[in-house]
């Protein structure tokens, strides 16, 4: 199929940027939609013209680097998947794409379509893990009992890719999703208990440096989220959050 592209290009943080059109031809419906880039980029290079640049680098839904909207929805049409499993048989030939990074404060441009995330891992630094003893008295994890309903709920929220379409498409900008699945994962289980109140506490007020809006409940987060993390850790978090505050551990 014939495509035109309507691509979002800006050299640095500071350029303040604009779309650009470009024609691709001879796109198959089995390529997905970064091997469509390449072949954009194959021809920009052969041209002596600047390659777009796009962030990825596992291409099979893991890694949560492949972040572009697309056509006004983070990671494209399609529910539960990521840029990088988004193919181009659900576009039509002749259509236009619209192609854009993230849009949100907190996740400045560095080039294109590339944009800094760093913020995702300054919350998870102030305290998404959990302290362990590794003296050489530790524990077996597997002597500790989880219920069975708490393990699935917990591996649910952890399998949040960090990937930021759900601040992306937030009208808010607000990092709730991700914070809260980063808190959840940790809060279900006996190993994150001990440091429960801090965590919660310390990862939302990183949180709110960083500038991402508040949550007000529009749910679209949710909806575009590629692993289908659900608004249930939200409310887990504000659980967790009040009660840390009130008992102020
Ligand atoms: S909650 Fe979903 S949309 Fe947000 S960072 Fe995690 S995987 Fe991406
Ligand atoms: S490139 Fe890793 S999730 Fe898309």
């Known amino acids: 199929m014939n495509l035109t592209l309507k691509i979002w290009r800006q050299k640095n943080k500071q350029d303040k940027g604009r779309m650009e059109t470009y024609p691709v031809s001879n796109i198959s419906g089995?390529?997905?939609?970064?091997?469509?880039l390449d072949v954009l980029n194959e021809q920009l290079i052969n041209d002596g013209k600047e390659p777009v640049a796009f962030d990825h680098d596992c291409r099979e839904g893991i890694c949560g680097m492949c972040s572009l909207f697309i056509n006004g929805e983070a990671h494209?049409?399609?529910?539960?998947?990521t840029t990088c499993q988004l193919h181009m048989r659900s576009f039509k030939d002749g259509d236009t794409i619209h192609i854009e990074p993230w849009r949100a404060a907190a996740f400045p441009v560095v080039k294109d379509l590339v944009t800094d995330r760093s913020a995702l891992d300054r919350i998870m630094n102030a305290g998404g893990f959990v302290?362990?003893?590794?003296?050489?008295?530790?524990?077996?994890?597997n002597t500790i009992p989880v219920p069975k309903a708490d393990a699935d709920k917990a591996f649910d929220a952890a399998t949040c890719i960090g990937c930021g379409a759900c601040v992306a498409t937030?009208?808010?900008a607000s990092a709730m999703l991700f914070t809260s699945a980063k808190v959840s994962q940790l809060a279900l289980l006996p190993q994150g208990k001990v440091e429960a109140h801090d965590r919660v506490l310390n990862m939302v007020h990183q949180m709110d440096l960083e500038g991402f809006?508040?949550?007000t409940n529009t749910g679209a987060c949710e909806v575009e989220c590629p692993k289908g993390?659900?608004?249930?850790?939200i409310a887990?978090?504000?659980r967790e959050y009040l009660s840390a505050s009130v008992t102020g551990e």
Request: hydrophobic residues 30%; charged residues 20%; negative net charge.
């Open 131 to 141: 302290s362990v003893n590794t003296s050489g008295n530790t524990i077996d994890a």
């Open 76 to 81: 494209g049409p399609g529910r539960e998947i």
């Open 213 to 215: 809006g508040n949550c």
């Open 229 to 233: 993390i659900s608004l249930e850790n």
């Open 30 to 36: 089995d390529m997905s939609f970064l091997e469509m």
């Open 236 to 238: 887990r978090m504000n």
């Open 170 to 172: 937030c009208k808010n």
